[in-house]
């Protein structure tokens, strides 16, 4: 059964840092897109980045060079490194896999990022 | 960047009802389109991909249509459970987009 599961979120000042992961079973990472997405309270779903099998990743603007998505094969984990935050990173953090035909299927439980002084 | 709308942004309807909500690309976006339903305070849940593929596990009751620019989710016989904000999004090109949502309920 493919499972997704977020940890990592909490209460952070702008400015500060905070790495959110991902940890998969079920399937295999690394042979997997793997993406992160996240929804500010209230609001809709905003797509944040994806790490391509092959090792490419794509940002959304307004998280292109504060963010970096990576992952450990050997931990089965997809990580979401979060550098100079502000208070609109303010969201539940989900991840999510790039299933069959280009499309997400499994999305993991979410985690509570706020940023706030 | 590609623009996707929904309408409508929320509706009401009773239980056995049919309801249709439309999203629409800003531009082509092939069959390259998914719909997802999320219940408040869970994770969004993956119903179709592909505009008219059905996710493994996902009640028949559920459709999706459509090419191009323009796209239907439609939801027969609606049931207690289908109670739920539905978000369409493309993954045609980056940034991946998603609609606003449309928040049905009762």
């Known amino acids: 059964e493919v499972q997704l599961v977020e940890s990592g979120g909490g209460l952070i000042q702008p400015g500060g840092s905070l790495r959110l992961s991902c940890a998969a079973s079920?399937?295999?990472?690394?042979?997997?897109?793997m993406s992160w997405v996240r929804q500010a309270p209230g609001k809709g779903l905003e797509w944040v980045s994806v790490l391509y099998s092959g090792g490419s990743t794509y940002y959304a603007d307004s998280v292109e060079g504060r963010f970096t998505i990576s992952r450990d094969n050997s931990k089965k984990t997809l990580y979401l490194q979060m550098n100079s935050l502000r208070a609109e990173d303010t969201a539940v953090y989900y991840c999510a896999r790039v299933g069959s035909a280009w499309a997400f299927d499994y999305w993991g439980q979410g985690t509570l990022v706020t940023v706030s002084s | 960047d590609i623009q996707m709308t929904q309408s409508p942004s929320s509706l009401s309807a009773f239980v056995g009802d049919r309801v249709t909500i439309t999203c629409r690309a800003s531009q082509g976006i092939s069959n390259h389109l998914a719909w997802f339903q999320q219940k408040q305070g869970k994770a969004p849940k993956s119903l179709i991909y592909a505009a008219s593929s059905l996710r493994s596990g996902v009640p028949s009751r559920f459709s999706g249509s459509g090419s191009g620019t323009d796209f239907t989710l439609t939801i027969s016989n609606l049931q207690p459970e289908d109670f739920a904000t539905y978000y369409c999004?493309?993954?045609?090109?980056?940034?991946?987009?998603f609609g606003p949502g449309t928040k049905v309920d009762i």
């Open positions: 079920g399937f295999t990472v690394s042979s997997n897109y």
């Open positions: 999004q493309q993954y045609n090109s980056y940034p991946l987009t």
